[in-house]
C-alpha cells in the first residue's frame, strides 16, 4: 500500500485546488489501479501505445478517469490519441494544432506547452512566441486553449527551477490578460516529483506526479 500512502500524503499537504495528475508511463495496471481506488482522478501518459494497452487491462474504469496525454505527440497517432485522452497538454505548434482540429467532432481542452528554459532540443513553444501561437490556435473551431504546460529543465537542486516557473506563470497571466475569445487561462500544469512544492509556490494548479507516488522507475 506504499503507492496510496504516498499519495494521502501528498494529497494532505497540498491546497485543494492543485490537482494531482499520475505520470504513469512505465507502471502497470496494478500499480495505477493502486492510485484510482485511492482517488486519483486524472492519469498522464506520455504515449500512445503504451496508454491503450493500460486503458485495455484496466477495463471499465477507465471511463471515471480523465486522461491528460503528457508525451508529444506524433501526427502519425492523432486519431489514436483522440479515443484515448481527454486533454492534451503538449500542444506546441499550429501544424499540429491544425491537424488535431481536423480529426475533431467535439471540442477538445487543451495546454500550451512552454519550452521555459529555452532549450534547442526540448518541446514546447519558448515564451516569446507563445502569444503569437495562441492567437493562432484560438482561430481552430474545436480546439479550447485552458492553460499552460511547462517542464523546465532538470536540476539536482529544485530551487533552481523556480525561476522557469515564475516566467511561466507570469506568461500565463499575460495570456489571461488578454481576453482572447475561446482562450482561458485555468489550468497551469507544472511542478514534477522533485520540485512539486516550488511549483505551487509559483502558482501551479496541476502537479504531475510519477516517481514520488510510485518509487523510481526501473
Ligand atoms: C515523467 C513525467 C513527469 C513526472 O516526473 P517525475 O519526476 O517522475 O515525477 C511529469 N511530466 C512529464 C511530462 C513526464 O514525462
Avoid: C
Amino acid at each position: 500500500m506504499t503507492i496510496t500512502k504516498n499519495y494521502q500524503r501528498i494529497r494532505a499537504e497540498i491546497p485543494d485546488y492543485v490537482t494531482i495528475v499520475t505520470a504513469a508511463k512505465t507502471r502497470t495496471a496494478d500499480e495505477v489501479r493502486e492510485l484510482i481506488d485511492a482517488g486519483v482522478t486524472d492519469i498522464g501518459e506520455n504515449y500512445v501505445q503504451e496508454t491503450e494497452e493500460i486503458q485495455k487491462q484496466l477495463g471499465h474504469d477507465i471511463k471515471r478517469m480523465h486522461w491528460h496525454l503528457i508525451g508529444h505527440l506524433q501526427a502519425n497517432k492523432i486519431n489514436k490519441a483522440l479515443k484515448l485522452f481527454d486533454t492534451i497538454q503538449t500542444l506546441d505548434s499550429m501544424k499540429l494544432a491544425s491537424a488535431i482540429n481536423n480529426h475533431l467532432k467535439q471540442t477538445l481542452p487543451v495546454l500550451i506547452e512552454i519550452n521555459s528554459g529555452r532549450e534547442p532540443q526540448k518541446t514546447g513553444v519558448v515564451p516569446e512566441e507563445a502569444e503569437k501561437l495562441i492567437r493562432n490556435i484560438s482561430t481552430l473551431e474545436k480546439i479550447s486553449v485552458k492553460g499552460l504546460m511547462t517542464m523546465g529543465p532538470r536540476f539536482g537542486n529544485p530551487e533552481n527551477a523556480r525561476l522557469y516557473y515564475r516566467e511561466t506563470k507570469k506568461l500565463f497571466d499575460h495570456i489571461d490578460s488578454l481576453d482572447i475569445p475561446g482562450v482561458e487561462m485555468t489550468v497551469l500544469s507544472m511542478g514534477m516529483s522533485n520540485a512539486y512544492h516550488i511549483a505551487i509556490e509559483e502558482g501551479s494548479t496541476m502537479i504531475r506526479l510519477g516517481t514520488i507516488l510510485f518509487g523510481k522507475r526501473m
